[in-house]
């Protein structure tokens, strides 16, 4: 499926569709709604965070790690298991989610930069990019490598059932305390924290490496998000599956990685070179590390 029309007049591309998002409206609306009514729980608490970890993991570790920079290996299964983690987390199919965030690199914070807030300030670059007609869909073409597993397409074409799946699941399990607290909570904390490493890790945070972008290392958000707010070593060299380069630089989600590592359900989990890490003078290695478009295929 590809992207609309370039032709297509430029306001029109860039309209919010208000009421295809009505969906995602409403998740935040559900959320306050229902801790309203149901009262704050410290139990309910512990099930969003336990369902954003997973979650998240399958952002960071599969849709961004794996499926968007192939910086580890897996099995055919493997790889069908990072994408049904990453679909459930209300963030697109993984096509349309790789596709997306390779252009990111390949034109980070031009122009041409899908959601720079340098170019279209912090809330286009936070969520708006999203909900415009011009990013509805994903141009397939820049991820060949990923296209052509039968199980991905279907995946991307029917992500919102897989959605549905999951908060019927919690809905059977706990019922609507469940439902509230691990998933319309729990999504709504997810999405912005998930879009900060796109508007804020490009605008507040400590910059090691001279890149031609904006990214940044922020400590707090590399906490929040499983390790993506190292998002400057990142954009320095994006072919590691360890975004925080330095021991004391958390990136839990790197670690998660590494114990899967020891099952060998993935494997070849890529580090960071030493004379790269250290490398804080060295010009923009960024464009150089950029994978081609369609990729080569990491599953077995």
């Not at 490009?202 to 904006?214: E, F, K």
């Amino acid at each position: 499926m590809s992207s609309v029309p370039s032709s297509a007049p430029q306001a029109e591309l860039d309209r919010v569709r208000w009421i295809d998002t009505i969906p995602y409206w409403s998740v935040h609306l559900v959320a306050v709604a229902g801790i309203a009514l149901l009262g704050f729980s410290w139990s309910g608490v512990a099930l969003a965070a336990i369902s954003y970890a997973v979650r998240m993991f399958g952002i960071t570790a599969g849709y961004h790690r794996y499926f968007s920079h192939r910086t580890f290996k897996t099995s055919r299964v493997g790889q069908l298991g990072f994408a049904l983690l990453g679909v459930i987390s209300t963030q697109k199919g993984p096509l349309w989610w790789a596709a997306h965030h390779r252009n990111h690199h390949k034109y980070s914070d031009q122009p041409e930069d899908l959601h720079s807030p340098r170019q279209r300030g912090f809330w286009w670059s936070h969520m708006f990019w999203i909900l415009v007609r011009r990013h509805q869909h994903a141009d397939h073409t820049k991820v060949k490598d990923l296209a052509a597993f039968p199980e991905l397409r279907f995946i991307d074409r029917f992500e919102i059932l897989f959605t549905i799946a999951y908060a019927a699941a919690l809905y059977l399990i706990g019922g609507t305390h469940a439902l509230i607290w691990g998933y319309f909570v729990s999504t709504v904390v997810l999405w912005h924290l998930t879009f900060t490493i796109n508007s804020l890790a490009h605008v507040w945070g400590a910059r090691r490496y001279p890149t031609s972008d904006d990214s940044r290392n922020n400590p707090l958000l590399a906490i929040l998000t499983l390790g993506e707010g190292w998002h400057n070593n990142h954009h320095h060299y994006q072919r590691s599956a360890r975004q925080g380069f330095y021991w004391w630089e958390v990136d839990l989600s790197f670690y998660g990685l590494k114990v899967l590592e020891l099952f060998r359900i993935v494997w070849d989990v890529q580090g960071v070179p030493r004379h790269v890490r250290d490398q804080t003078a060295a010009p923009n290695r960024a464009r150089l590390d950029v994978e081609a478009e369609d990729g080569t295929s990491a599953a077995a």
